[in-house]
C-alpha cells in the first residue's frame, strides 16, 4: 500500500480531526519549522482559572481555545497552548480561583511572545477570554515598541463589536458566570443551572471591595441576570465570535522581511 501524503490525510479527515491538525501538542519541532516558513501568523490564546457559577473554573480557557482552534482551522495557523491562568484577584475567595499577580503575567506573556518572535513568527494574535487580562494589552503595544518588526493583535473574543452587537440583541444582562457564559461545553453535568434570574449585583460595590466581601456580595458567583438560555442564541453569539476573530487573523497585517 503506498503511503498517503500529509496534505491528502488532512483532506480527508473529519472535522474534529482536521481542528487537531493546527494544535501545537500535535505538531512536533519539523513541523512548526515547516509552518512558520509557510506563514508568519499565529495565534495565543488566554484565559483564567476562577469561580464561574455551576460552570466549569475553566470557562475562560476554555471558551478562548475552542475559539482560537475553530478560527485557525481553514487557515492552517498554528494555535500555542492556551495560557490557563490570569488576573482575578477579586475572585481569591472562591476555592479554585487561581490568579496571577501583574507583573507575573506581564513577564510570562513578555517570555512568551519572545519565545514565538525566536521562531519566526511575526504576527500573532493573543485570543484573550478574560475581562481581567486586560493589560496584556497595553503589553501588547510595549512589545512591537520594542521588537519594531512584529505585530501583534489583542482580541477580546466576546466583546468585539459585531459579537457583543450579537449577544446585547438578544438579552443586554450578558456578563460574568451567568448566560453569556453557559456554552455548551462550559457546562458541567452534575452542576445544572438554575432557573429563572438572579438579581443583578452591584458592580460600582463589588469593584471597591476586598475578596471576602466580593463572596458575600455574589453568593453562587454570577453577576446575575439568567443563568441560561436557549442554545440556537448561543451559538448565534459563536458563530459571530469565529467569523470576526477570523477576519482579525485574516488581516490586515504590515509586512515584515528577515523572520528567522
Known amino acids: 500500500m503506498q503511503r498517503i501524503g ?17 494544535k501545537v501538542a500535535n505538531m512536533n519541532w519539523l513541523d512548526m519549522e515547516a509552518a512558520v516558513k509557510r506563514d508568519q ?4 490564546p488566554i484565559g483564567s482559572t476562577e469561580q464561574h457559577a455551576q460552570l466549569s473554573l475553566c470557562v475562560d ?3 478562548a481555545e475552542k475559539m482560537a482552534l475553530e478560527v485557525a482551522e481553514p487557515l492552517n495557523i498554528p494555535v500555542f497552548p492556551v495560557m490557563p491562568y490570569g488576573l482575578a484577584p477579586y475572585f481569591a475567595a472562591f476555592p479554585g480561583t487561581v490568579s496571577l499577580r501583574v507583573e507575573t503575567l506581564m513577564a510570562v506573556i513578555r517570555d ?26 497595553a503589553l501588547a503595544q ?5 521588537f519594531g518588526n512584529i505585530s501583534i493583535k489583542f482580541h477580546n473574543w466576546w466583546n468585539a463589536p459585531a459579537t457583543w452587537a450579537t449577544a446585547q440583541g438578544i438579552d443586554s444582562t450578558g456578563s460574568h458566570a451567568n448566560w453569556m457564559e453557559n456554552f455548551p461545553w462550559t457546562r458541567l453535568a452534575h452542576a445544572p443551572a438554575p432557573k429563572g434570574e ?17 463572596r458575600d456580595i455574589l453568593g453562587d458567583g454570577s453577576f446575575g441576570g439568567p443563568w441560561q438560555r436557549q442554545d440556537e442564541e448561543m451559538l448565534a453569539i459563536w ?12 488581516g490586515p497585517w504590515p509586512e515584515f522581511k528577515g523572520a528567522a
Open 198 to 214: 438572579k438579581p443583578l449585583i452591584d458592580m460600582a460595590l463589588m469593584k471597591a471591595s476586598p475578596p471576602d466581601t466580593v
Open 142 to 146: 510595549e512589545l512591537m515598541a520594542e
Open 239 to 250: 458563530e459571530t465570535g469565529i467569523k470576526e476573530t477570523r477576519e482579525a487573523l485574516e
Open 61 to 63: 480557557m476554555i471558551l
Open 41 to 44: 501568523r499565529c495565534i495565543l
Open 6 to 22: 500529509r496534505e491528502v490525510c488532512r483532506d480527508i479527515l473529519d472535522g474534529s480531526e482536521r481542528t487537531k491538525v493546527v
Open 112 to 137: 512568551i511572545v519572545a519565545s514565538l518572535y525566536q521562531s519566526g513568527f511575526r504576527k500573532i494574535l493573543i485570543v484573550n477570554g478574560h475581562g481581567g487580562n486586560n493589560p496584556v494589552g
